[in-house]
């Protein structure tokens, strides 16, 4: 059964750090691309950042680029994201999503993750 | 950036009535277009893929057609777990990857 197993989100203040994990489990972790989604309160899907099998094809949302960093971890079956600078409107729940085999749409979710950022 | 723009909104339907939602793409997406289903308090949850490909375990009673910038999400005859948000996502060449806003189905 494909699992995947988020940690790490919590309450931070601005201009502060977190980082975000998600483990794998149920598939070979190595053969796919993965990506992170958000979500704010009450709001729609975003799609954040993603992350090419081997980790040298990366992609940001133009929100998040500069501040975020995606990346693997294919030994232990995890995925990560740096989350620096935070902001206000980061405040979201995280989702870690695994890509479809044909890629870029998001077969399996994980459970999320709920980011807060506030003073 | 392709924007995408699902209608309606808010979709009232009876349970067992034919529930029928749309998305348009700013620009052509091929067939590279995803539906998901979010129940509150929920992951989203992948149903459709490729336009009109059922991801596995996905009840017959869904499906989606068309192509380039003008797609449906049909939902043949509503049970009372279908009563959720459904987005749909283009994911033509290379990201960034664009959702639309949510079509929100509520019992009537």
């Known amino acids: 059964e494909v699992q995947l197993l988020q940690s790490g989100g919590g309450v931070v203040k601005p201009g502060g750090s977190l980082r975000l994990s998600c483990a794998a489990s149920?598939?070979?972790?190595?053969?796919?691309?993965m990506n992170w989604v958000r979500q704010a309160p009450g709001k729609g899907l975003e799609w954040v950042s993603s992350?090419?099998?081997?980790?040298?094809?990366?992609y940001y949302a133009d929100s998040v680029k500069g501040r975020f960093t995606i990346s693997r971890d294919n030994a232990k079956n995890s995925l990560y994201l740096q989350l620096d600078s935070l902001r206000g409107e980061d405040t979201a729940v995280y989702y870690c999503?695994?890509?479809?085999?044909?890629?870029?749409?998001?077969?399996?979710w994980g459970q999320g993750t709920l980011v807060t950022v506030s003073s | 950036e392709v924007v995408m723009t699902q209608s309606p909104a808010t979709l009232s339907v009876s349970p067992g009535e034919r529930a029928t939602l749309s998305c348009r793409a700013s620009q052509s997406v091929n067939s590279n277009l995803a539906w998901y289903q979010q129940r509150p308090g929920q992951a989203p949850r992948l149903l459709i893929y490729g336009a009109f490909s059922r991801a596995t375990g996905i009840p017959a009673r869904f499906s989606g057609s068309g192509s380039g910038t003008e797609f449906t999400l049909t939902i043949s005859s509503l049970q009372s777990e279908d009563f959720a948000v459904y987005y749909c996502?283009?994911?033509?060449?290379?990201?960034?990857?664009?959702f639309g806003q949510g079509t929100k189905v509520e019992i009537k």
């Open positions: 999503a695994r890509d479809g085999e044909v890629g870029g749409f998001n077969d399996f």
């Open positions: 996502q283009q994911y033509n060449n290379r990201p960034p990857w664009t």
């Open positions: 149920g598939f070979t972790f190595s053969s796919y691309n």
């Open positions: 992350i090419n099998l081997y980790g040298n094809y990366i």
